[in-house]
């Protein structure tokens, strides 16, 4: 899964690097250091945006993926009675469709 709050920080330390390195080459005049830092801020605030963007839509994927999973007691009960499946892929499938329930629910706290 992303890790919004790894990307936030890498974002963070990058950005920081870059701040430090303009403020303390001797390069720049005070007026071009603001502007320059004005303009990594800016970009800063883009890049966390496009992080939050890429972690809402792999959550969705998730709890997309964990709908699709969702298979109802009565349809594996079905299943069960059926005998088109055995024991153990049953299962399987309740254990997969928990796993999932509980990924996603930890995920919401």
């Not at 007026?31 to 800063?44: G, M």
């Not at 969705?60 to 005998?83: G, I, K, S, T």
């Amino acid at each position: 899964m992303y890790n919004l709050d790894l990307a936030i920080k890498e974002i963070d330390e990058y950005w920081d690097r870059e701040n430090q390195y303009i403020k303390e080459s001797g390069i720049y005049s005070p007026d071009e250091i603001e502007q320059i830092l004005a303009n990594h801020e800016e970009i800063r605030r883009n890049k966390k945006q496009e992080a939050l963007v890429k972690f809402k839509e792999e959550l969705q994927m998730m709890r997309d993926d964990a709908e699709l999973m969702q298979v109802d007691d009565d349809e594996l009960d079905y299943l069960d009675y059926d005998n088109e499946y055995d024991d153990g892929m049953l299962r399987d499938m309740r254990e997969e469709r928990d796993a999932y329930d509980d990924f996603i629910a930890s995920l919401d706290m």
